[in-house]
């Protein structure tokens, strides 16, 4: 008996370690889903019934950030919990990666998959990863235990000689014009991918998870690939929504997030369980109707104006996140990185800043947010802080196109409380605020030391 005893806690010692009542994470990322695209944020014809209930069920953010303006340093930040200059992962020149990119998220970065996978729980990755398509800077090499999906953006892999040329092609997209793979692992299983049942596919390949790991702590990240361009919805969708082709994919991304929910309940998992509905960035304007809205928000994706940044934010935990809660208070998803660690009992990585922040008290409806300060970077520079109410710009610049970076000193000087659509400079009356924030814009920069640049780095001719 001794002996068996002995065994058994050697075998205990040796498992992985395991907290308590360790909460599965679902994080569901759209993209380019704009502020003003759901019901449940205003939209007057996108029905978003599922979205929307998820909402009523738990707790809406008035006032969440993605940490970019652009995608790929927006989901470097959203699993390292730390804004893009820190690991590389954004530039001034090139704003995302692309298929001739030789770069890719970090390897000494601390994924929230690792860091989880650390703490007993199975990882997924499903949808678009856009951090790195070359072996190394797969999913899996992050910490993921599995991946199904594109390895960077739909729009990528432009075959040159189909189709019209430019723009054109975007408002009639078919298939064949972008040669843009699926993967599973670290193989391609379909080249060019049928854009068409994405969302349905991926919908599936989640629900087939949270079924088989119900027993298991696990983590899935659902990133979706649309609402991005080019737009493609299935059969069950197209040409149901008032708002064309945009609100017909926004619909089928509402109809996904039914599924993962109805799943969950069944498998009881919904006690249990952290759901997390959030955007990568702002909505891509420039596509008219096909680029969504960022309602009384000023521009989109590719700003650091609020439209570019402030996006949706949803919670749901049954029994955990009050059910019904609005709230204005400020978070970012840089913050759902530490807020996940700290649920799952695993350590926040002392050995690097993290700039995200334990919600916890938030979302469980026991106290604030203790994020009071956001910093908006357009590439590696330091455009906007906000702080409290107070929003300055130092630096504005067009989304997209020629503009050149305009200079402001005194700063563009807003309060977002009384004027959200950034509208009314304030900042000839506001002169102490004003200098508040230039002192935590200048302190911030003096602690800010980027990393190794990945966005430049390009594959030489010869090994394409």
């Known amino acids: 008996m001794r002996l068996f005893l002995s065994v058994a806690s050697l075998l205990l010692l040796l498992a992985p370690t395991v907290a308590a009542e360790q909460p599965n994470i679902v994080i569901i990322f759209s993209d380019d889903l704009g502020y003003g695209d759901l019901g ?4 007057p014809t996108i029905k978003t019934p599922n979205i929307d209930k998820m909402a009523a ?20 930040a959203l699993l390292t919990g730390r804004l893009p200059p820190r690991s590389g992962m954004c530039s001034d020149t090139r704003r995302v990666l692309f298929p001739d990119s030789a770069g890719g998220l970090p390897a000494s970065e601390v994924t929230l998959a690792e860091a989880l996978k650390a703490k007993g729980y199975i990882t997924a990755c499903i949808g678009k990863w856009h951090l790195g398509h ?4 797969l999913p899996m090499k992050h910490g993921f235990d599995s991946f199904y999906g594109l390895p960077y953006v739909n729009d990528m892999d432009r075959v040159p000689d189909k189709g019209p040329k430019g723009r054109p092609a975007f408002f009639d997209p078919k298939i064949e014009y972008w040669n843009v793979p699926l993967m599973r692992g670290e193989k391609i299983i379909e080249r060019p991918a049928d854009q068409h049942t994405l969302t349905k596919r991926y919908t599936q390949e989640a629900v087939k998870l949270i079924k088989e790991k119900k027993d298991t702590p696990f983590f899935l990240y659902f990133a979706h690939t649309m ?3 080019p737009l493609f919805a299935s059969k069950d969708f197209a040409g149901k929504s008032a708002r064309g082709i945009y609100g017909d994919v926004v619909e089928e991304i509402d109809w996904s997030v039914g599924e993962v929910l109805k799943t969950i309940r069944e498998e009881k998992l919904d006690k249990k369980t952290l759901v997390f509905f959030t955007d990568d960035n702002g ?27 402030r996006v949706p934010g949803i919670a749901w935990w049954p029994g955990t996140v009050p059910a019904g809660v609005t709230t204005q ?3 970012s998803t840089m913050d759902l990185y530490v807020t996940a660690l700290k649920l ?29 300060t956001m910093f908006f970077y357009r590439g590696t520079r330091l455009f906007a802080v906000r702080h409290g109410p107070w929003k300055a710009h130092f630096i504005t610049q067009v989304a ?3 503009g050149a970076p305009t200079p402001h000193d005194p700063p563009l000087l807003y309060h977002l409380g009384r004027d959200p659509g950034e509208k009314f400079d304030v900042a000839k009356d506001n002169m102490e605020v004003v200098k508040q924030l230039k002192e935590i814009a200048t302190k911030h920069s003096k602690d800010m030391k980027p990393g190794e640049p990945q966005l430049e780095k390009r594959i030489p001719p010869e090994k394409k």
Not at 40 to 43: A, D, F, L, R, S
Not at 57 to 76: D, H, I, L, N
Not at 134 to 137: D, R, S, V
Not at 362 to 369: A, Q
């Open 227 to 229: 609402p991005h361009v």
């Open 57 to 76: 069920e738990g707790m809406k953010f008035t006032t969440f950030y993605s940490a970019a303006e652009v995608c790929t340093p927006s989901r470097a």
């Open 329 to 331: 208070e400020m978070a």
């Open 134 to 137: 070359l072996p190394e800077y």
């Open 344 to 372: 799952a009992g695993a350590d926040v990585p002392a050995d690097r800043p993290i700039d995200g922040f334990d919600i916890t008290p938030l979302l469980t409806g026991k106290g604030k947010s203790p994020r009071d």
């Open 400 to 402: 997209y196109g020629k």
């Open 40 to 43: 449940c944020y205003g939209h």
């Open 283 to 309: 909505p891509w304007l420039l596509f008219n109707e096909h680029g969504g809205s960022a309602g009384l928000l000023r521009d989109g994706k590719g700003s650091t104006w609020e439209g570019g940044m």
